[in-house]
């Protein structure tokens, strides 16, 4: 799981919902009609820049054949009055419909739940997992692992990426380029480009130093 701040809806969704929901209009909000006549680009394109084109569950970059889609922490069918509620809403990776395989993520999820504490935009939703150097995810509690197997998170394709993080860190470990003395300086490094986005499975990075030094 990636944490991803939550930040301001934009202006347009806003408008969007006012309209909808007018004394003039009276109509409830919907979001078939969202998807048809609402701003959903403009949205799309606003959470993957608070998200870093980073997939909200693995942290997976997105982009190129790394389809994603708007996806619903609390499910449609459990929390419909949660269907356009900015806070419940996130990008995963995954498309329906496009062949895009294996299912992880929201793909996987379906109409699922996962505990409330687990959301993305929880800062401290990443703390409840640990990776190996082999790449494997472990939950630290019940809910954790229940969540990897919600969103497959353990599947091999995603373990291998995670492996080749690992294995860089481990290797600036080796080489003292990362110590016990400096680590806490240099993992916002780690974190961040000069462009201001970050790296793919940033959180993996976050989690392994951590837990190796902290």
């Known amino acids: 799981m990636k944490h991803s701040d939550k930040k301001t809806e934009p202006t347009s969704f806003t408008h969007y919902k006012d309209k909808r929901v007018g004394k003039k209009h009276g109509r409830k909000l919907s979001y078939g009609h969202f998807k048809k006549q609402g701003p959903k680009k403009e949205l799309t394109v606003h959470i993957m820049d608070e998200q870093k084109n980073l997939c909200c569950y693995c942290g997976r970059r997105i982009s190129g054949e790394n389809k994603s889609h708007l996806e619903h922490f609390f499910s449609q069918k459990h929390f419909k009055k949660l269907a356009l509620d900015y806070s419940n809403m996130f990008i995963s990776c995954g498309l329906t419909g496009t062949g895009y395989t294996p299912e992880t993520c929201g793909?996987?999820?379906?109409?699922?739940?996962?505990?409330?504490?687990?959301?993305?935009?929880?800062?401290?939703?990443?703390?409840?997992?640990?990776?190996?150097?082999d790449g494997t995810i472990t939950g630290l509690n019940p809910e954790a692992k229940a969540a990897i197997k919600i969103l497959n998170l353990g599947e091999a394709t995603l373990a291998s990426d995670r492996k080749v993080v690992i294995s860089g860190l481990e290797g600036m470990i080796a080489s003292g380029e990362?110590?016990?003395?400096?680590?806490?300086?240099?993992?916002?490094?780690?974190?961040?480009?000069?462009?201001?986005?970050?790296?793919?499975?940033?959180?993996?990075i976050r989690r392994y130093i951590e837990a190796e030094f902290s």
């Open 107 to 133: 793909f996987h999820k379906k109409e699922l739940e996962i505990d409330a504490n687990l959301i993305p935009s929880n800062r401290n939703c990443e703390g409840n997992f640990i990776y190996g150097s």
């Open 178 to 204: 990362i110590s016990k003395t400096n680590w806490q300086t240099e993992l916002p490094k780690l974190c961040a480009a000069s462009d201001g986005s970050e790296p793919g499975y940033v959180q993996v």
